[in-house]
C-alpha cells in the first residue's frame, strides 16, 4: 500500500477492531448499559438529539478557537521577544517551562473565582493550556534559525524587521505550526475543563447533565462530538500547513 492509502487503510482497521471489542462487550459480556451503552444506542441519542449537540458543539468551539487565536496573539510576539533577548530568555524561560510542568485543571477553579462562569474564564483557561506550547515550540524555533542564514542577511545590510521576517520567521514556522498542533488539541480540552468547573452551555455541560441523569448514550454522543471537534480543528492547522509549504523553502518546513 502507498503511504496515503495506509494513512486510511490502518485508522479504519483499528476504528473497526475497537467497535468490535465494544459489541463484544455489551452483546456478549453484557456489560451494563449504564456503565457502557451499545453503539446503536449511542447513534440514536447522537442523531436524536442531534440538533441540541451540535448547538452546545458551536458553544465549545468558539471557546476553542478564540482562546486558540488569543494564544497564538500573545504567545508568538512573546516568543520573539525571548528569542532575541539573552536577558529576557535567561528571565522568563525557565519560568515558563516550570509553569508549563503545572497542572491547569489546578488553576480553573482559582480563575473561575477571578473571572466568574461567562465566556471570560473559559477563554482565560483555554488560553492557559494553548500558550505554552506555541511560546516554546515557537522560541526554540528561532533560535535554531541556521547561523549562516543570521549571518547572510547581516552582511547584506538587512534591518531587525527584515531580518525577522525574512530569515527567522520562516525558518521557525515548522516549530511554530508544530506548537499550534498541540496547542488546539489542548484547547479543547481547555474548553471542557472551563465547562466542568462552571457553565450553562457547552459540551461539557452538556457531558456532566447526561452523567447525572445517568444518560450514558448521550454523554457517549458527546464525548464522539468533542472527538471530532478534536480532529476537526487540527485539520484545520494540517491545512494552513499544506498551505504555506507551497511557499516556504523545502529545507524550512520539514519536521
Known amino acids: 500500500m502507498t503511504p496515503t492509502l495506509q494513512r486510511f487503510v490502518y485508522p479504519t482497521l483499528g476504528l473497526l477492531l475497537i467497535l468490535g471489542l465494544w459489541i463484544v462487550a455489551t452483546e456478549i459480556i453484557k456489560v451494563s448499559p449504564v456503565l457502557l451503552p451499545a453503539p446503536e444506542d449511542v447513534f440514536w441519542a447522537f442523531i436524536n438529539r442531534f440538533p441540541l449537540i451540535m448547538r452546545e458543539s458551536w458553544v465549545t468551539l468558539q471557546e476553542t478557537l478564540l482562546g486558540f487565536l488569543l494564544a497564538l496573539v500573545i504567545g508568538i510576539p512573546l516568543a ?36 466568574g462562569t461567562g465566556l471570560e474564564s473559559k477563554l482565560a483557561i483555554v488560553w492557559l493550556v494553548a500558550f505554552f506550547p506555541i511560546i516554546i515550540d515557537t522560541a526554540a524555533g528561532l533560535r ?26 520562516p525558518a521557525a514556522l515548522p516549530h511554530v505550526l508544530t506548537g499550534a498542533k498541540v496547542a488546539i488539541t489542548l484547547a479543547v480540552i481547555g474548553a471542557v475543563i472551563g465547562e466542568f468547573m462552571g457553565a ?12 447525572s441523569q445517568l444518560n450514558t448514550p448521550l454523554a457517549f454522543a458527546a464525548l464522539f462530538a468533542l472527538s471530532f471537534m478534536g480532529l476537526g480543528v487540527y485539520g484545520l492547522i494540517e491545512l494552513v500547513e499544506v498551505a504555506l509549504s507551497r511557499w516556504l523553502p523545502p529545507k524550512s518546513h520539514g519536521h
Open 80 to 115: 520573539v521577544a525571548i528569542a532575541n533577548s539573552r536577558a529576557l530568555n535567561l528571565m522568563f524561560y525557565p519560568l515558563l517551562v516550570a509553569l508549563q510542568s503545572v497542572p491547569k485543571v489546578a488553576l480553573a477553579p482559582m480563575i473561575l473565582v477571578w473571572l
Open 200 to 211: 450553562s452551555s457547552g459540551l461539557g455541560y452538556l457531558l456532566l447533565s447526561a452523567t
Open 144 to 169: 535554531a534559525t541556521p547561523r549562516e542564514l543570521i549571518e547572510l542577511a547581516r552582511s547584506m545590510k538587512a534591518s531587525p524587521w527584515q531580518m525577522f521576517a525574512k530569515v527567522q520567521f
